[in-house]
């Protein structure tokens, strides 16, 4: 009975073991991609069990290990069953895994003519394409995303968003899923859904902010957009007066072939009409933009290049009803610049020689500019290659457009695409303009021009406009002649250009050519000229410019030690100030780091280092850092240490050596300076022993030696 029992038990294991390996063949031929990642786990698994299984038996034959005789014949039998199914798993497991490759292959081909459909416009055939694709391989998740995309374009949402769950099944990561199924959902108006999958977006990549913020921001302005409508249809069907008066107004300038007279007066009605949002929302679901394109008489009349008096009366209409329409409403700002018209006429309407249509559209930019929203639908629509050129033109104008314009210019400087954009252009069209301003800015709007430098001056945070204006020589000698004028000109408005030529100066110096190099006396020379200036602004800048000029030229050390840089650098160090005084001091290090008389000139002017002493107790590193430096250059000249054998300069020396500061220059340079103190005058290793200094003042000497 008892074999029989063990037979029974055998068997029922065999077929469970049977049923077990059917359903792993079933699971690797699933159409799911969970299922079958899970069967191919399995069979791998199994097929890794086996081979243990085989490698005990082995060592069972090897080790004459006894093994049980009396083992049932069924046994024997699910033995060598179950072996056959793991032999033909693992052979099917090789010819899924050709197979795949084979189908990867196929996909692949059918994913590129489906990508290269998609870029010709032809939808329905990308669609099929992918569909083809994913017939060979159903678990690619390209194909799925790429299929998204194409329903998108053919508007069915709802498909798109399928594909995009498939694919995170097939990547739970996957970026361009969230990213097209976001879209979908923005379309079909699920802004909540919609900003669920833009908010897994950052949570998957937090270096995707920009993108983050962009397509929140699209949420954003659609459902405001929808809300506006909806809220101005229900002033319609109430019979609200001005709601219909919008319309009404729109249907009488939808009138063909009228006089241009009357269309303009029905401009300016229906610019007088638009009191809030409620209007603007009408104007825009009334097709009111669409008045450029379908009437033939206002467009002809806008799009004139010379204009009559008629045509220049419609235009600046036209640019003031504009202005009614998009202040304050971001979604007429972006449909305004979807027509082609508006976009070719811009720029000629900035150009233009009419000054109330300049006026007029400077100020319809405007409203762009303020925003960032605004900043981008510009940058995006518009060649903005000339516009720095056709805006900084107007700096020679004498009334408000002079200040609209630098503005425009600075808000559009915090776009990095307008930077980059503005590199095109720069040296053939742009520097030779500036440079002709620069020239004659007794003859411009001054106020405009010190903006025009600054902005300038912030533009050169982009690295190739600041080697590009850092090498041109007309833009050097041009700055040196406003600073010339200068001492012949000191009205307040002047004073603005300069103190803003000298912030340009500044950046520009951050580079280092031949062009400076060449010019580095001269520029040196009107700065130390400028230091006489009653404009404490002023000569902070011009210290400032010293600070970077010097190093470019050791002729120019020479001459400004020459015309006393040092005595005047203590003089204004002395006074204070955080800005003057990283400047004047970093000018002292240059100085002193390579001429003997300066270090000289720096021991007589600052009597006892009283200064420098001051200096390094400041909670600033650099300035901290210099003034170990100047310190410890001056200790050569004959006298100097002795000087300091009554005051804390060892402590303070020391207290900066084995600091923590964040700068290691700050560390090296106070070491250093201790051990040419400690040598310069013995008696000061007194002091230093008793502070328990020496294990510094040791490991100080390795700077020392190296200098």
């Not at 069907?237 to 009488?252: D, M, T, Y």
């Not at 060449?518 to 020379?525: L, N, Q």
């Amino acid at each position: 009975m008892l074999a029989d029992r063990e037979q029974e038990e055998a068997f029922q294991r065999f077929l469970r073991r049977v049923d077990d390996i059917a359903e792993l063949v079933q699971g690797l031929n699933s159409t799911d991609p969970d299922v079958k990642e899970k069967a191919t786990a399995e069979a791998e698994k199994r097929l890794h069990d086996q081979e243990n299984s085989k490698e005990e038996e082995s060592k069972t034959v090897v080790d004459r290990t006894v093994i049980n005789t009396q083992a049932s014949d069924v046994a024997n039998a699910e033995a060598v069953n179950a072996d056959g199914f793991l032999a033909i798993l693992e052979k099917d497991a090789k010819e899924r895994a050709k197979r795949r490759k084979r189908n990867e292959h196929l996909a692949n081909a059918l994913k590129e003519k489906g990508n290269d459909a998609f870029r010709k416009g032809d939808y329905v055939i990308a669609i099929q394409r992918y569909t083809e694709g994913l017939e060979k391989l159903k678990d690619k998740q390209e194909l799925y995303t790429n299929r998204a995309q194409a329903y998108l374009k053919m508007q069915e949402y709802e498909k798109a968003i399928d594909d995009c769950e498939w694919a995170l099944k097939c990547n739970e990561k996957c970026i361009k899923a969230y990213f097209l199924m976001g879209k979908a959902h923005l379309a079909l108006k699920h802004f909540s859904e919609s900003r669920q999958c833009y908010e897994m977006i950052l949570q998957i990549d937090p270096q995707k902010e920009s993108l983050f913020k962009d397509c929140m921001n699209e949420v954003n302005l659609e459902e405001k957009r929808m809300k506006d409508e909806e809220r101005a249809m229900k002033e319609v069907e109430s019979g609200k007066l001005s709601a219909l008066s919008i319309k009404e107004l729109l249907q009488k300038l939808d009138r063909p072939d009228q006089n241009i007279l009357y269309y303009t007066g029905g401009i300016r009605l229906l610019t007088g009409a638009i009191k809030d949002c409620t209007e603007q929302t009408l104007f825009r679901t009334n097709n009111g933009f669409s008045i450029l394109k379908d009437n033939e008489v206002v467009r002809w009349g806008f799009c004139a290049e010379r204009k009559n008096a008629a045509e220049v009366d419609l235009s600046v209409s036209l640019l003031f009803l504009w202005q009614a329409v998009c202040t304050g409403n971001e979604e007429n700002q972006r449909l305004l610049l979807t027509y082609p018209d508006v976009n070719a006429q811009l720029p000629k309407l900035l150009s233009s020689e009419v000054p109330e249509i300049q006026k007029q559209t400077l100020a319809l930019i405007s409203l762009y500019s303020q925003n960032e929203n605004g900043r981008r639908l510009l940058v995006r629509h518009q060649d903005l290659t000339k516009w720095l050129q056709i805006l900084m033109t107007l700096v020679n104008s004498t009334d408000a457009r002079a200040s609209s314009a630098m503005n425009i210019l600075s808000n559009l400087t915090e776009e990095e695409r307008f930077k980059t954009q503005c590199r095109v252009m720069l040296s053939t069209s742009v520097l030779p303009l500036f440079t002709q301003l620069l020239t004659s800015a007794k003859l411009v709007n001054q106020a405009a021009l010190a903006r025009c430098f600054g902005i300038m001056g912030n533009l050169c945070a982009d690295v190739v406009i600041r080697m590009q204006m850092a090498e041109c020589k007309e833009c050097w000698q041009a700055c040196l002649k406003l600073v010339d004028e200068c001492f012949d000109v000191s009205t307040p408005k002047y004073q603005e250009c300069l103190f803003a030529v000298l912030g340009l100066m500044m950046n520009l110096l951050l580079e280092s050519n031949g062009i400076i190099q060449y010019f580095a006396v001269d520029i040196s020379g009107r700065c130390m000229s400028l230091l006489r200036e009653k404009d404490g602004r002023i000569v902070t800048r011009a210290i400032g410019v010293l600070s970077r000029i010097l190093p470019a030229s050791l002729s120019a050390v020479e001459e400004a030690v020459k015309g006393g840089v040092v005595k005047k650098m203590v003089k204004f160090l002395k006074a204070g100030g955080q800005i003057a005084s990283n400047y004047g001091i970093k000018a002292l290090s240059i100085c002193t780091r390579s001429n003997r008389q300066a270090q000289e000139d720096l021991v007589k002017s600052d009597k006892k280092f009283s200064v420098l002493l001051k200096l390094l107790e400041s909670e600033n590193e650099i300035i901290v850092g210099n003034a170990a430096f100047c310190l410890g250059q001056c200790l050569v000249v004959p006298g100097a240490a002795t000087s300091l054998l009554n005051s804390n300069v060892v402590m303070i020396l020391l207290k900066h050596a084995g600091g923590d500061a964040t700068r290691t220059s700050v560390q090296e340079n106070a070491a250093i300076a201790l051990g040419k103190l400690c040598v310069a005058e013995p008696r000061h290793i007194v002091q230093l022993q008793k502070l328990n200094g020496l294990a510094i003042l040791n490991s100080s000497m390795k700077y020392v030696h190296s200098t």
